[in-house]
């Protein structure tokens, strides 16, 4: 199972990014997917998240701001991020949560390669 993040680059402040996610692999099922950051010298945080159900969890700092999307069918996972703010300044890491890749099979969490997300004042 791979995880492939794409989408992220440098943008002025205010501006608008959009974050991909695609899982490859051979997978029967994944729960939640979502996206992390960590910016120097901090902790990794959660962004965003949405179960297999379309339910979503936003950090407080990006509510309002940043919707996250998911395709089932495709096991793509997006983030559109606007207003963006110099704060939002981090990597960006892409996360499938509880994936089985057989009926049968025990589940675990599986991670991008991280995205780097610059924005400038």
């Known amino acids: 199972v791979q995880l492939q993040a794409s989408g992220g680059g440098l943008v002025q402040a205010g501006g608008s990014l959009r974050l991909s996610c695609a899982v490859s692999g051979s997978i029967f099922s994944i729960n939640a997917m979502g996206w992390y950051r960590q910016a120097p010298g901090k902790q990794r945080e959660l962004v965003a998240s949405?179960?297999?159900?379309?339910?979503?969890n936003y950090a407080d700092s990006v509510k309002g701001r940043f919707t996250i999307s998911r395709d089932n069918a495709k096991n793509t996972v997006h983030l559109q991020m606007n207003s963006l703010k110099p704060e939002d300044t981090a990597v960006y890491y892409c996360?499938?949560?509880?994936?089985?890749?057989?009926?049968?099979?025990?589940?675990?969490?599986?991670w991008g390669q991280g995205t780097q997300v610059t924005v400038s004042s």
């Open positions: 996360n499938a949560g509880q994936v089985q890749r057989n009926w049968y099979s025990a589940s675990r969490d599986y």
């Open positions: 949405i179960t297999s159900g379309g339910s979503t």
